[in-house]
């Protein structure tokens, strides 16, 4: 797989420590990887301006000026597929990660046998989110990763795929559309797929999304659709 992997680090020590365990890993798992180090937020962050492609994120959280955390938030911004990977020595960020969607803290020292497997994993997350369904509308074919789609909702002739940065519509059947998706969508209704990983609680009557969405579920698949996201979890 092509990756394109940075490390931002203050330390010039950690930077060739995990600069030496990542390219090996690469080499190892024949990863094409195009690694790039930085010592701070800033010089990261000039050249994200010109090319927002990067892949995994291994960051510092205590640097000079913006820290770690505050320079995954500017990315995650534009950016939700990033995997990025704390490195601190602080237990006290943990609770930071949660509004970045973190993949991994690792205290340091960096232990190599903990960052291998998530590198592994970082690979796995990046796998399904290249997985994608292709949109047909009036104005354009619009591609839309299926790790982004919330639910969807059959409009007549149409079907309106709510997804996390608005709501796309084309000319599909809702049984034609479902053959695309994957085993984290469930029916749940003879109009409704959702998105398990975007139920937030679900009752006799209607699923509730993370959007604050009301989904209707059809009578008696309370018990199923339960099953399903206790599965998913």
Known sequence: MKLKIAICDDEQNQIEYLSGVVSAWANKNRHVAELKTYSSAKSFLFDYSEEKDFDILLLDIEMPGMNGVELAKTVRKENSTVQIVFITGYYEYFSDGFDVSALHYLIKPADERKLLPVLDR????????????????????????????????????????????????????????????????????????????????????????????????????????????????
């Open 122 to 233: 970082a690979v796995s997350n990046l796998n399904y989110r290249q997985r994608a369904v292709l949109l047909t509308s009036p104005d354009g074919d619009v591609k839309v990763s299926l790790a982004d789609i919330c639910y969807v909702e059959s409009e007549n002739v149409h079907v309106a795929v709510h997804t996390v940065s608005g709501v796309y519509r084309s000319r599909i059947s809702l049984a034609k559309f479902a053959e695309q998706l994957d085993e984290t969508f469930i029916k749940v209704h003879r109009s409704y797929i959702v998105g398990l990983k975007y139920v937030k609680k679900i009752s006799r009557t209607d699923i509730t999304m993370l959007n604050g969405n009301l989904v209707p579920i059809s009578r008696g698949m309370y018990d199923e659709v339960h099953a399903a996201l206790i599965k998913y979890l």
